[in-house]
């Protein structure tokens, strides 16, 4: 069974810095692509950052020049994500979920909060 799990939320302050990690185990193979969605109160899910094997990346327009996603390459890590946030805003609050999708199923993690405040 794949689970996927989230670390490194927290509470930081505005223009501060977090890195969020993502481990999946329960597969043998590694995933084509993995990435990062997040959901503020009241908001629906939104799209953070992707990363896949082409290789490319995408992020989020509000995202864009602040935040980081890579993968962990080494053999033992291959499911392993992360997502380096920098000069972090308010508005970045919300639960932060890693993704991966798997041909017909997708995996979610449980979720992590990150909170931006003063």
């Known amino acids: 069974q794949v689970q996927l799990v989230e670390s490194g939320g927290g509470l930081v302050q505005p223009g501060g810095s977090l890195r969020l990690s993502c481990a999946a185990s329960?597969?043998?193979?590694?995933?084509?692509?993995m990435g990062w969605y997040r959901q503020a109160p009241g908001k629906q899910r939104e799209l953070v950052a992707v990363?896949?094997?082409?290789?490319?990346?995408?992020?989020?327009d509000s995202v864009k020049g602040r935040f980081t996603i890579s993968r962990d390459n080494a053999a033992y890590a291959k499911n392993t994500v992360y997502l380096q946030m920098n000069s972090l805003k308010p508005e970045d609050t919300a639960v932060y979920y890693c993704?991966?999708?798997?041909?017909?199923?997708?995996?979610w993690g449980q979720g992590t909060q990150v909170t931006v405040s003063s």
């Open positions: 993704n991966a999708p798997d041909g017909a199923k997708e995996y």
């Open positions: 329960g597969s043998i193979f590694r995933f084509y692509a």
């Open positions: 990363t896949t094997d082409r290789p490319s990346t995408n992020y989020a």
